[in-house]
């Protein structure tokens, strides 16, 4: 009997029809020979609701707040009506969640009162959107005649670090905790329902998790439960060679590496964050990324070792939009220790994260790309802090820009990559800004115009052959 | 250094006396005061911030139990937790009954301790075998220092030796006999020709064996000592479950005889090295190191560079896992000495 930890996301979980149809997939799996532990996002768009909310509440707005979490109780009932059949089971998950949002309702009125939002009550607020999902799910699995129970991530024993809002687990005492919670249940046959993205630190405060959410859920539980392997379920089919949206030919990649999958972070919400694959590497557990609209595709499968035979060294190719490249220059800067921390050290402290660096051993200038919402302030500070100091003499920046991204485990070591790629780029009329490929070569990330970004894209496709795949 | 004492049966009552006795050489040679400010026992606790002078600790020894009858200092159902909780001290040492079960209460007793920021000595194998990966990592998560030297071969500072006279070298496998009890009964077995139930009820007679030895005869206890070794000396992430175990109930005086014209005699070996740690009943040759008599304990390090090391000593007794728990305060009051502020 296969043990595997499922989790689905939060359109999987959208509506009352949806969880029904995910609780006839968990049914399907553990009438066939699996024992499933499920792991849930909250209904789409709620966890957002609730950030906004929180922040409405600490301006006391109260009236908001009353609006709002009527607005959810009556979304989550309604959602209850269509997946849970059973009446009397309908009755029983109705008063969870209704108890669950009077306790919302208390909190969001103390931080209405106190006028004070902590990033501890910020998590505790986050932590409803889950805990309202899971007894739905848990009830549609009773409905279809399955032993089912849930959980919040504290009960299910996650025990984090007290870093609230990116809290890390520890994994040890964590395992320890649910083989005594989840795991007796699991071998009996009753599927456990945990709620993702929730957990508690070790005085049992309620954390979140933070970057990779649900997703590091369920790979800490596969890595505890000892799993065969962890299923994500989302709306896509698998991680694809590019975006079908910019060439609808792209292919579904049936297997990643570990390492590939870290890499293809930023394919965003498609793909999984490196965090959550942490767990899972050390323990060797495969993850398997799958539409819940297409059950009967077997989606994108991350293991340890990349396939067997490489047919071409790369395999994905990506674009991200929605970035500016800055660019900063001076004399100074030659020869100086310490002129690079300076530049990084005021974007880090003004919270600006940067995705990419590039550096020229003349050391006269210093290329970095942001986020382009962050562009206007990353270059008010820079020019505050570092401007007329005798080290930087001026900053520049470009936001019509795209970055482009391509990957693959077999660049490594294999000589002519560069070569080809960048010649098809210039076959395709297309002039490259900015470029950087760190020694682990499984990424090369260059910048060009924002106009020439799917132009690239569709020339690198084509050149290494991903829609053959 | 303030310490709660938590549990007052053999071991409790021995670190008492040791700690009381030659009060003056502590200090002097070794800049330790330890003062006791605490003692918890199942039925209530005695508490004095100041801490106990060592004649108040004799006292409290000769009245026995309850000791949280004392007109003074006691606090009749004062709960060990809230103790821990409560009192203000660098270190609790932790010497309940073992419970292989589920490790309580000695388990919530140690994760107390963790969450609000004491050291932890022990002598109890408990927590360690259902629970050791996720200790040691509580206690480096909440910085504070976890020790447990008595739980492996009494007073014999087995682990100590593994872990630091042997730093550097690799370990790549540890046999050892890590079970007096047993020990004693099969050299009684193969010794004096009586049968595996004579011996043990020796055993009993002599105080070696519990009125209920499944402990240590179905090789439970042995086995607790392999996953703290595993863990400790080798950094392998197991439990008491992942060892294979075989108790003695099965070893025939047929087989003792047998292995004698051979030169050998069969003892339980508890072993660690690349496959799955065991514990079971094994034919060794009695010129082996490892060929101990009686309620000794010997481990066998095979190390990369400096060979075989084989240490030998007794491995039980109450004042001798006092001596491991006061070795292993010492210890930490040393490191918190030199830690940088």
């Known amino acids: ?76 009932v309604t959602a209850i009506s269509k997946a849970i059949l059973n009446k009397q089971l309908q009755k029983e998950t109705e008063k969870v969640v209704t ?19 902590t990033p501890k009550s910020r998590d505790y607020v986050l932590s409803f959107g889950e805990r309202l999902s899971a007894p739905i799910v848990c009830g549609a699995l009773k409905d279809s005649k399955f032993e089912a129970q849930f959980f919040t991530g504290k009960d299910a024993g996650i025990v984090t670090d007290s870093n609230f809002g990116e809290a890390d687990p520890l994994m040890d005492y964590t395992a320890h905790r649910i083989r005594l919670t989840i795991l007796p249940l699991l071998e009996k046959g009753v599927i456990p329902v945990v709620t993702g993205f929730i957990a508690a630190d070790q005085d049992g405060v309620v954390t979140t998790l933070g970057r990779g959410g649900s997703d590091y859920t369920a790979t800490v539980l596969g890595v505890a439960l000892a799993a065969d392997e962890v299923w994500i379920w ?6 694809m060679t590019t975006d079908p949206k910019i060439i609808p030919s792209a292919k579904k990649l049936p297997r990643l590496s570990y390492q590939e ?69 001076g004399g100074g800067m030659v020869g100086a220790p310490g002129s690079y921390a300076k530049v990084l050290e005021v974007l880090g402290k003004n919270d600006i994260n940067v995705m990419m660096i590039s550096t020229a051993v003349s050391e006269a200038n210093m290329s970095l790309v942001v986020r382009r919402s962050l562009l206007s302030r990353a270059l008010s500070t820079l020019e505050i802090a570092l401007l007329g100091r005798g080290l930087v003499s001026e900053v520049t920046a470009e936001d019509d820009v795209c970055v482009i991204a391509v990957m693959g485990a077999n660049m490594q070591g294999t000589l002519g990559v560069a070569s080809r790629l960048f010649t098809t780029v210039a076959r395709a009329g297309v002039n490259i800004r900015m470029i950087a490929q760190g020694s682990s070569e499984l990424n090369i990330s260059f910048v060009v115009k924002e106009k020439d970004g799917e132009t690239a894209v569709r020339a690198i496709h084509e050149e290494f052959k991903l829609d053959k795949a | 250094m303030r310490i709660i004492l938590v549990g007052y049966g053999v071991v409790g009552k021995s670190v008492t006396t040791v700690l009381a006795r030659k009060y003056a050489e502590k200090v002097k040679d070794y800049g330790f005061n330890p003062k006791v400010v605490a003692i918890a026992d199942i039925d209530g606790a005695v508490i004095n911030q100041r801490g106990f002078s060592p004649e108040k600790l004799e006292t409290i020894r000769q009245r026995g139990y309850p000791i949280s009858a004392d007109p003074e200092f006691g606090r009749p159902r004062m709960s060990a937790l809230e103790v821990i909780e409560t009192v203000e001290a660098e270190v609790v040492v932790e010497v309940t009954p ?92 193969s010794q004096n020709h009586v049968t595996f139930q004579e011996a043990l009820t020796n055993a009993q007679k002599l105080g070696y064996a519990e009125a209920e030895p499944s402990m240590d005869i179905d090789g439970f206890d042995a086995a607790c000592k392999v996953v703290i070794l595993a863990n400790w000396i080798m950094n392998k992430k197991i439990t008491l479950k992942d060892v294979e175990r075989t108790g003695v109930r099965d070893v025939s005086l047929q087989a003792l005889e047998e292995a004698a014209k051979r030169g050998s005699t069969i003892k339980l070996i508890g072993s660690i090295d690349g496959d799955k740690p065991t514990v079971k009943p094994t034919e060794i040759a009695k010129t082996n190191p490892l060929c101990v008599s009686g309620v000794l304990n010997a481990v066998t390090f095979f190390t990369e560079y400096a060979g075989e090391q084989t240490v030998i000593g007794k491995g039980a007794g109450g004042m001798e896992t006092a001596s491991a728990v006061l070795r292993d305060l010492l210890d930490i009051r040393h490191k918190l000495a030199t830690k940088p502020t």
């Open chain 1, 234 to 239: 989302t709306d896509v089919d698998g991680i």
């Open chain 1, 1 to 76: 009997m296969k043990k595997i930890v499922m989790k689905f996301g939060g359109t999987s979980v959208g509506t009352g029809e949806n969880i029904r149809h995910v609780a006839e997939l968990v049914a399907h799996y553990a009438r066939n020979d699996c024992k499933v532990a499920v792991v849930v996002s909250a209904l789409a768009g709620v966890t957002n609701q609730l950030v906004d909310i929180a922040e409405q509440a600490k301006k006391g707005d109260e009236k908001k707040m009353q609006a709002f979490t009527k607005e959810l109780a009556e979304r989550h």
């Open chain 2, 98 to 189: 073992v419970n292989i079960k589920n490790a309580e209460p000695a388990l919530s007793h140690i994760t107390t301790a963790f969450k609000t920021g004491k050291h932890v000595v022990t002598t109890n194998k408990g927590p360690l075998a259902l629970a050791m990966p996720a200790l040691t990592e509580l206690a480096a998560y909440n910085n504070v220092y976890f020790r447990f030297s008595g739980t492996v071969g009494g007073g014999t500072p087995i682990l100590e030796f593994a872990k630091r006279c042997l730093a550097g070298d690799r370990i790549l496998a540890i046999r050892g006999i890590l079970n007096g009890t047993t020990n004693y009964i099969l050299t009684e077995m």
């Open chain 1, 99 to 117: 108890s669950t949002i009077s306790e919302l309702n208390k909190v969001l009125t103390g931080i209405c009162y106190v006028g004070e939002l």
């Open chain 1, 261 to 329: 999958a870290a890499e293809m972070a930023i394919f965003g919400a498609k793909a999984m964050h490196p965090r959550a694959l942490e767990p899972v590497i050390k323990a060797g557990i495969p993850v398997r990324i799958r539409s819940v609209f297409h059950p009967d595709n077997e989606g994108t499968l991350i293991t340890k070792e990349p396939e067997i035979k490489p047919t071409e060294v790369v395999k994905a190719v990506a674009l991200i939009k929605d970035v500016a490249m800055l660019n900063v220059s």
